[in-house]
């Protein structure tokens, strides 16, 4: 069992910055692909990034590629979303996942309890 834990959610500017987090509660470093899902109201979450276990290989949804960054410590358990430029439509819930057919936008089974991100002037 994997438990992931979110931080770095809040409230931003359009343009701005924020940094998302995920710790995971035991080494993820062999194990798999983790990446990150967002529901916004009345939508369905939909896929935002994922990364592979040894970073070498991201994939990104054409919404936020340019402008979101992906990237993981396994010594630290941990998997990052760095997101700038921020746009008000990036505004929902950003859930970490974890699981063997991220890479190809499957959701694992392993989720966190979501961060709120809005951004909003």
């Known amino acids: 069992q994997v438990q992931l834990v979110e931080s770095g959610g809040g409230l931003v500017q359009p343009g701005g910055s924020l940094r998302l987090s995920c710790a995971a509660s035991?080494?993820?470093?062999?194990?798999?692909?983790m990446g990150w899902f967002r529901q916004a109201p009345g939508k369905q979450r939909e896929f935002v990034a994922a990364?592979?276990?040894?970073?070498?290989?991201?994939n990104y949804a054409d919404s936020v590629k340019g402008r979101f960054t992906i990237s993981r410590d396994n010594a630290k358990n941990t998997v990052y979303l760095q997101m700038d430029s921020l746009k008000p439509e990036d505004t929902a819930v950003y859930y970490c996942n974890a699981g063997n057919w991220l890479m190809t936008r499957v959701a694992g089974p392993y989720w966190g309890q979501g961060t709120q991100v809005t951004v909003s002037s």
């Open positions: 990364i592979s276990r040894r970073s070498d290989n991201v």
């Open positions: 035991r080494s993820t470093a062999s194990i798999y692909p």
